[in-house]
Nanobody, 135 residues
């Protein structure tokens, strides 16, 4: 059974840092396109289609970031622990959101893995972890 479990969300002041983790069970993350999405409080009621791709990473370690987080966030894989991470530095109030990890087994086979992918293209999701950044 596939399971993605996020942790690490917290409340911090602007300029602070957090590290999110997503432990995956049921398959090896080294063979998937893995992603972090987020959904702001204002868009929570609009459903999962309004989630924003923050960062992606493929099995070769190639990464992609949304412009809003480039230079501040770093996505990484720990294949030994089957864990996806997101290091977030220089946090801003506009980073406040529920953060979700996501994966899909079919994307790499189609040569796809990037932040231009919509939430609908990912089949496996975690339950989310809340990040709140105060000014």
């Amino acid at each position: 059974q596939v399971q993605l479990v996020e942790s690490g969300g917290d409340s911090v002041h602007a300029g602070g840092s957090l590290k999110l983790s997503c432990v995956v069970s049921g398959y090896s993350i080294s063979t998937y396109c893995m992603a972090w999405f987020r959904q702001s409080p204002e868009k929570e009621r609009e459903g999962e289609n309004e989630r924003e791709a923050v960062a992606t990473i493929n099995s070769d370690g190639k990464t992609d970031y949304a412009d809003s987080v480039k230079g501040r966030f770093t996505i990484s894989l720990d294949n030994a622990k089957n864990t996806l991470s997101l290091q977030m530095n220089s946090l801003k109030p506009e980073d406040t959101a529920m953060y979700y990890c996501a994966a899909d087994p079919s994307l790499l086979a189609r040569g796809l893995c990037g932040t231009d992918l919509t939430p609908q293209t990912f089949g496996d999701w975690g339950q989310g972890t809340q990040v709140t950044v105060s000014s």
